[in-house]
């Protein structure tokens, strides 16, 4: 459905935003992960057609959208990082608002998508009254009005509790049935329950791109957990990567990704998403939630 090829975005004389990025997607949910400033806003910005690439091409269903804008903007959907809702204006008239700018006359759509995305009973209230959550949401239906191809959703889950990051999570999941979802985040638990593949980009350039099953598979045995005594802790993990420690009494509780046994005792032990990423160093400790 989408390919991207040898696509580069470099902003005045600095180093590329995007660096020789070149994936191919069709449908699911594709995670794009990576530190703040790797690059993920201006990919999705170039697939949305809001800045162009500096080189490289982009193909929707084989049509050159640099070329082409039109071809992919009909068919997309783009909930945006920092997209604000009107305050004064309802939910029902805020997509209205959207369905005249997108040319969609089909008043009874709003309706199902409200309904959809569990606003219906908001759908005279302002904006303004709106939780951060709801706010979302209305991106969502904002982005879903044309009943696109393609949804790219930048950082949804920023900013919300922990409820409304799930409620938001089983919605992506499930658009990612019939639709491919592209969404950023540099939360690996947001998505990890629902990526039918990780995209990783690491200071513009894309360093893997498999299923988080395989991610899983090349992790395993390489994933330790162990208990150490207080004092022994600084000269290990100035020896093993730890992924996390955990203060217990006088000891410490550790999961640690090592190609062999770490310590005495170590255990191997299942790796998370999460850990797998970073015994690859593709994310780090940080990114957690
Ligand atoms: N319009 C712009 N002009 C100049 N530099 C830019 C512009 N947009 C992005 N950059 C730079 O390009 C790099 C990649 O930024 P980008 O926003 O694409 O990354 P990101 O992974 O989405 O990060 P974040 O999660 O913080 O949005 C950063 O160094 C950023 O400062």
């Not at 990612?176 to 950023?184: C, R």
């Not at 100035?238 to 006088?250: C, E, F, K, T, Y």
């Amino acid at each position: 459905m989408l390919e991207i090829r040898q696509v580069v975005k470099t902003y005045g004389k600095n180093a590329p935003a995007v660096d020789h990025v070149s994936l191919s997607l069709t449908q699911g949910v594709v995670g794009l992960i990576g530190h703040n400033g790797a690059g993920k806003t201006s990919l999705m910005q170039m697939i949305a057609t809001l800045t162009r690439p500096s080189s490289g091409q982009i193909l929707f269903q084989g049509v050159d959208i640099v070329k082409n804008p039109n071809a992919i903007r009909q068919r997309l959907g783009y909930l945006p990082q920092d997209f604000g809702v009107y305050a004064n204006l309802s939910a029902l008239e805020f997509l209205q608002y959207f369905a005249a700018l997108k040319g969609v006359r089909n008043p009874a759509r709003l309706l199902q998508l409200l309904e959809m995305l569990n606003l219906h009973e908001h759908a005279h209230k302002p904006a303004s009254t709106f939780s951060g959550g709801m706010r979302r949401r209305l991106g969502i239906a904002q982005a879903l009005i044309n009943d696109p191809d393609i949804l790219i959703v930048d950082e949804p889950t920023a900013g919300l509790d922990p409820e409304e990051r799930l409620r938001f999570r089983n919605l992506l999941a499930e658009l990612g049935f019939k639709k491919l979802v592209i969404m950023s985040t540099h939360i690996v638990s947001d998505v990890a329950s629902i990526a039918s593949e990780l995209a990783i980009m690491r200071q513009g350039k894309l360093i893997a791109h498999q299923s988080p099953d395989v991610f899983l598979q090349q992790a395993r045995g390489q994933i330790w957990s162990a208990q150490v005594a207080h004092s022994d802790f600084e000269a290990l993990s100035a020896r093993v990567n730890v992924l996390q420690a955990q203060r217990s009494g006088s000891s410490v509780n550790l999961r640690i990704a090592h190609p062999h046994s770490p310590c005495a005792d170590a255990a191997l032990a299942e790796p998370s998403l999460e850990e797998a990423l970073m015994a690859q160093r593709y994310a780090s400790l940080e990114q957690a939630a």
